[in-house]
Each structure stands twice: as C-alpha cells, then as structure tokens.
C-alpha cells in the first residue's frame, strides 16, 4: 500500500469503479466488492488490485492473494480463486489508470504563496498554484491550473499552456511549451548553448545564443536534465517526449514525437530525431545527426552516423544489434584467450 | 594549510591532542608540542601534521619538512629527524580525524531564517538550523541538530533523523532517512520514476510512483545527484552509502550497507546491490539486476548481467576484469595493425 | 529572426556598424544600408547578416538571399549578387561580434532585489545585479557589474572579480573567482569531494576536504556542472576553460588556460590538464593523470594512461585515434562476421 503520509488514497472503491478506470468489463455480481489501493502481484492483498505484466509472471500470479487482476484476454484463465480478471488491452496502461484512481495527483491549490516573486505583466490562468520563494519573470503566461513548485524559476516572456507541472527548482527562459509539459525538479530549460568562437590570442568568444525551446504537449523533462535553447533557431521536443534524469540536450536538437530518452543520455547539437525514437541509458549522439522514426539506441551506445528509421543500433562506436552482439561474444572470446605473440594481433605470420 | 576564510581553525593543537583524535601513543616528551594544522606530505612545514599514504610515498616521506606523520607501525622508521612518527593502523582514517580535530565541521547555528517557509505541523529536533529561503513542508519531522542549508527542500511528510546535513538546493520529498544524512548540492531525493504506459494512440500515460525513498544512517548523496522513489515498494539506499555527484538512481533501486558508487554511474529500476558493492565513475547497470556483496564494477563498465559477490568486472559489455584487460589487449593490438582483405575480420584465409 | 520577446534588438544598424562590430572593410557606397539583425545562411533575408562557416557550405551561399554574410578573402567572389561581403579573418567569431551588436548582453540592472539575502560584510562593487532569493554569505567579496540570478547562493568569503554571471540556482561555496566568470543554471562549485576513510567497522569516515576552488577570468562552468573543492589544496580551472552542462570535475583537478569540455565528461581527482585540452562529451578520465596541452581525448573515451602534448585519443580504454579507429574498424568486421568454435577467440583451427 502507498504510503498515507505521501499518497493520500480516494479509496476505498468498488470494483465497478475500477472496471471503469481501466475500461475492463466485469461480472455484475462483483461489482460492488470493495478496494483498498493497488499493489505488486507478490504483495497484494484481497483488498487490492495488482497487474498481470506478460506470461513470465504467471507464477506469481498463480500465487497472488491479490483480489483482482488486470491482465490480457490469453491470460484471464490464469487467475487463481478469490482474484477477479479484469480483462484489459494493456494491463500496464489499465494499471496507471487504477492506480490513478486511487491516488489521483493532487489538484493544484489555487493561489500565489506570499513569498513568490511575480514579474510585471504576468499572465495566469485560472487555478494556477505558485510555490513559495517561486519566480516569475515579466511578461511570462501560464495557461489554466498550473503548479509551479518551490524555487522554481519561469524567466521573462515565457509561454506555459495549461496544466503544466514546473517542479522544485527547476528553471525555464527563452522557452515556448505547450499543454500538461512537466518539468521535474532542477531540470534546466533554455539554458545558453556550448558555442563561441576563439580570438587569435587564444580567448574564446560566446556566439551570443538567440533562439528559444519550444516544449510540445505532454513534453516530460526528467530532474537535472539540461535542454538547451538554440543558437539561431529553436531547440524543440516533439509532443509525448520524455526525458528521464541528468539528460543533455545540446542547442538545435529537434525531436519528433513521442521519443524516449533514458538517464544520462547526451545529444550534441543540430541533431535531429524522428518519432517514437527510444534512447537506451548514457548513449551519446554526435552533431548534426539524422535518426530516422521508431530507431533504438541501445544503452551507452556511441552514434556517430546517421540511423535509418527502424534500426536498432547499439555499440561505441555504434552499430547494428546483431553486429554488436557478435562483436562483443567476439570480444569475449578473445578476453578469455590468452594473449601471444601470434594471431590475432601479435607479428603478423606466414602471409598474413 | 586551509584558507581561513573558509577553514575557522581550532589551532594550534598540542600534539598530545592530536595523538588522542588519531589514536596514536607519542613519546611523552613531545607531547606539549604544538601544531597549526594538517597538510599534504610535500607542502607540509614543522608546524604541520601530514600522514604516509602507503609505500609508495617513501621518498616524499624522506624529503618531507613536516611536524609530525602519521603512519603504520612497519613504515615509521622511515620518518626523517624531526618529524614525530605517530604510529596508526590506518594513517587516511587518522589522517580524517585529526583533519577534523584542527577544523570541525562548523556546528549548526540553531534557529530558523526568517526567509524560510514551516508548513503546519512540522517537528523539529533541539538545535537545528535553516537557512535562507529553505522549505519544509507540512508535516515533516526533522531530528536534532540537523542543519539545511539555503533553498532546500523538504516535502511534505518526510523524516530526517538527527545532525543530517541537507545543503544548498537539496530537495527530498516522499523521503524517510536515518541519522546523520548528507544531501549535497542540489541533490534530487524522490522524484518521479520514469515509468509510463502507451495508449493506443501513441500517447504515454504516467504510471503513478506511489513508493518512497528510504536512507540508512549516514547515507550521501552527492551533488545534483538524482534519486527516484519506488514505483510501489521504495528505492533504499543502505547504511553508509555514498554516491559522488551526478549519479542516477532509478526507482526501487536497493543498495545494501555501504556501498560506494562514484559520479555519473546510472542504476537502472529494481536493481539490487548486495553490501560493500563499489561502482566506479560512468558505469552503467541495466535494470533487474543482483549484483553480489563486495562485487566491483569497473569505470564505464556497461552491466547487463547479473554479478556475483565479490567478483570484479569492467567493459561495456561487462566482463570478469582479467578477460577485460586481455580483450582491451587484443583491440590495442588490432588497433596498432592494418585491416586488410584477410583475417580476422574477412574472408577466412588459410592458416589464420 | 530573435525572438524579441527574449531578445531585445538594437537594430536596425548600418553596415558601417556592422563592418565595425566585424572588424570588416566595406565599400562605401554601402556603408548606409540598415539590417535588422542576424540569420542563418538559408534563412537570411536581404535585411539580414549571415556567416560562411567554410568551403562546405558554398552551395547554400550560391542561393542565399542573405543582404551580406561574413566569410574569409579566398571565399568572397562566391557571394550572389545582392549580397554584400563582409572579409574577415574568422567570420564565425565575425559573426558572434555582429550577434552581439544587434542583441548586446543585458546589462546588470543595478540593485539588489528586495527579496534576496545579504549578510554581514559583504562588499559589492559597483552596478552590481543581485535577483530574486539570491543568497549571498558572510564576507563575500563582488567585483562591479556581477549578475547574480534568482535563488543564486555565493557562499561566506568567496570572491568573485568584475562583470560575473551567476545564473539562477548556481552555488558557488569556498570559490575565488577571476572576471568575467559564468556559472549557469544549477552549476554547483565547490562542493565536498568524494573523499572518506574506513574504519575497521566498515564505516565511512569523510576525510575533512580543506580546499578551495579557484577560476581564472572568463571561466564558464554549464548548467549542472559540478567542481568539487581540493581536499587540501586546490581545484583550478585555468583562464578561459569552459565547461558544458552536467560536467563532474573531481577535488585537486587543475586545468591550463582555455581547456574545452563537453557535456557529461567526468574527471577524476587530481588529474591534471595543460592548456587547451579539448575533451569530447561522456569522456572520463580517471585520477591522477596529466594530460598535456593541446592533447585531444574523444567522446565516451575511458583514459586511465597520462596523454602527452598534442596527443588525439579515444576509444575506451583509449587509445592513439588512428589505433581506435582501425580497432573498430577489425571489431565491425567481427560483428559482420558468424561466430564459430574456432578462430580469432577459440582454439586457431587449420580450415576455418
């Protein structure tokens, strides 16, 4: 169970009004047993529903005491006695709706804390929350029932749309973002880009950084994470991305929409993403890169070419996932050999 | 010697003080004489206590102006005239304390800044200190003597134990902690995990994180470091843990006592370390994973695998070290020799 | 075109005050001609100043409609008709002089805001800017016209020289600073290294770290970048050295004169840099090493050897560039190549 101090619970709910978050049908005479919350197979109760994540977990399921199960059509036959299958499409999805029911976020509280700091020519929407010690540079707009967390900062001009969640300590300027954009804590948006000239005597001279971020819809960045604006121009996240943690995004980056790039990952500047690319933990990308739609990038990889849409690489320097796999069972073998002076390396022999 | 604008210093120190904060026995007849501070082997004067970092400083030892030395019993023969040998079991730990003895961590200065912002119903322990624009949120108990410094964030309903130490720009919701905490700079405890579900229409859907962050007793955690609270269930970091800056912790991570995981390493969710487990600088672990007590992962090592306790492991993808360092060997050597149409990478030949 | 909602402009501007800004001689007859401001080279209208960042790009020059561009004497005959050119020497540090002309710096807005915090014996030098929230410590020194952003926190007694930017969220504690410093959003100096002894319990015990940061003129420290404080002695960063976002720069690190390093790269203890090292994203280098000036190390290298002057490394473990490459050229071939029971890892087998 969530823990009341942090999670306050809506619960508890009959079993019709879980069917309803998770658009699954149910038998009517269940419809009114009752539910505390949700909680993993292995530890849910009979007062809780858990979710059945693919066939491996069959045999925790078998063994769950939990009182109902989301889980697929294939599978329903699976839940044990007393555990009532709610059949779903997604269980994942069906299980974010659940447990959103129970712990639903909290609605902003309306108003401004007494200790923000609130720019000239600031425009709020209706039911925006400001923090205490939060900023909120001139001219900047908030769409409608925004949360803007302690010590956050929103520089001049900025343009939030509505239900936007800026978290503690987190900090935007120079940036343009749409609908539900959820900025995590300490994130850093439109930061000045890496770019400046050196002189003949050796000193380095900033390009001045004149462009913006443009944040699409529904636009995640992780905590610490760090998008910088453009040069000239924009650095933009296409609608539905998510950044996790510590991600570098350097000035000029376009992605498309829906990408998902995991902690750690850094992407040099000018290179641009197509949609639903996936970006596997502490992968690099260079500069003025092409990744074509729906590629992988497998973690820690080094992409230094262009991607085709589709293609799963992985690797530094990266390259295909079959060639990578070989190359490493190769590399493997070789780790286990001990070293000599002939092949593979050593004094070439004979004709070699 | 420390810059005293930085460094207040309780000096000087006669030597029989610092023998008895280094437990070291000293000859009687030096005991009254007096010492300003502590300094590195080769910079230290008469006034000074430095310590032998092992063998290979000898000569530094030889050639050194310092005071005094703290050293292990097989070495002390090699103290030069002049420079008192304080025999320790461990010269770094003495060298720690006598450290402290001269500059003690500055002691909180009780009270609360006006600038700070209480919520309702927060306890706080004898003695502790917050600064400049902190917050704390409803709820939160705070144990003795703890200090938090400028900007910091505690959430609603967290528990911190007594002397924690919360600097600068910290933030920790949804957090329960030991005794004796350090969150450094702008480090980030309890934020969202990075878990959601696609709909049908290529949309993400959060899945609630509705678990916790729990620290044991003298748990750090570095600067601008990231640690997510568990999707249900908790991320634990163990007893005496420390993380350097900019690491990554995904949600229901669980680390046992001790662990010691240097900056930029990213764990992926769910994954477990067993005690003593040492993580060097940028190295990756995949999700799910159990890596045994006292298992060491090497810088940049890419862990996709599960580790045994006390094995040691390097390379991306990791490896056991000796085959490691061999295969680095073999890519050296294939690095040093032309490609050609033949072996190993072609068209198999003859003999090769 | 900028933004103006970001970027006020002081255009329009004459070309002689573009020519001047460019260090550039023009024909006169053209000296009056009015732009607006600066683009890129496809982008550029006849009201704008564009750059030829080199030979590849002559073909976007051809069809530029750019009304003049900046570009090198051997290059001027390819400007179209229409388009003036600007002969420069450098006509990418041309263009960030013409940039800043057109969109200077805001100037400090000299005051301190209401809101921000300044204790005992601080001493400011003239116009300086201190924002919203910042916190500045005991005994801090600014030189003139310092910018000290919203929620910034300058620590007790440190020093910074003349025309500082200390962006929102930064911390600087135990830090002298030169002129003409930057630290961006969130940048954390002087933080406690990662330094701490065991005891025969299997505690931590941390190593008191006594030292300081010290950054020559014109530093820049990116967004989430941390420098860790000397644990005796001192961090350097040399004049000029610029460092991207989420950078780890570990205790006694001391770099030359204007070293480059890109985001995410990780530098262990007291290693030590010459001047002009560039280091290329996600690189790490372990502790205790020099690297020499000019030396070159590549994205995502692993150094754990000294690199002498002038020297290009990568790979990790890194090795010579022209070494690195063929190695992945020979471990491409091996990915593209079938594994079997026989060579180059197992036992050499006559036929295969």
């Known amino acids: 169970m969530a823990d009341p101090r942090f999670y306050p619970s809506s619960g508890p709910q009959p079993l019709a009004a879980v069917a309803a978050a998770a658009g699954a049908r149910i038998e009517e005479g269940l419809a009114a047993r009752v539910f505390?919350?949700?909680a993993p197979l292995a530890e849910a109760g009979p007062g809780e529903i858990a979710f059945l994540d693919g066939r491996k977990h069959l045999d925790a399921l078998r063994a769950s005491r939990a009182g109902a199960v989301l889980l697929t059509a294939e599978l329903a036959s699976a839940a044990p006695e007393g555990c009532a299958a709610l059949v779903v499409a997604s269980p994942q999805l069906a299980f974010a709706q659940v447990a959103a029911l129970f712990h639903p976020h909290p609605a902003p509280v309306r108003g401004i804390h007494p200790t923000a700091t609130i720019g000239a020519g600031v425009t709020l929407g209706e039911g925006c929350e400001i923090g205490p010690h939060a900023v909120i540079g001139d001219g900047a707009t908030l769409g409608a029932r925004c949360q803007v967390g302690p010590h956050a900062l929103l520089g001049p001009g900025v343009v939030f749309g509505d239900d936007c969640?800026?978290?503690?300590?987190a900090s935007a300027v120079c940036c343009l973002a749409g609908h539900r954009v959820?900025?995590?804590?300490?994130?850093r948006i439109g930061g000045e880009g890496f770019g400046f000239a050196p002189t003949p005597e050796g000193r380095f001279v900033t390009i001045p950084q004149l462009g913006r971020v443009i944040l699409g819809d529904e636009v995640e960045v992780g905590a610490n994470s760090c998008v910088d604006r453009g040069a000239l121009g924009d650095t933009v996240l296409g609608p539905g991305t998510r950044l996790d943690n510590l991600v570098q995004i350097g000035h000029n980056v376009v992605t498309g929409r829906?990408?998902?790039i995991v902690a750690q990952v850094g992407i040099s500047g000018s290179t641009r993403l197509g949609d639903y690319?996936?970006?596997?933990g502490q992968a690099g990308l260079t500069g003025h890169l092409s990744i074509g739609s729906k590629a992988r990038i497998g973690a820690q990889a080094g992409v230094q070419g262009d991607v085709a849409p589709g293609q799963d690489v992985t690797g530094s320097p990266a390259m295909p996932v079959k060639d990578a796999l070989r190359a490493a069972l190769h590399l493997r073998k070789l780790g286990a050999r001990k070293p000599s002076a002939g092949s593979p390396g050593g004094k070439p022999r004979g004709e070699d």
């Open 36 to 38: 505390r919350g949700v």
């Open 182 to 187: 959820t900025l995590h804590h300490g994130a």
């Open 258 to 260: 829906g990408c998902v």
């Open 277 to 280: 690319v996936t970006i596997a």
């Open 165 to 169: 969640r800026i978290h503690a300590h």
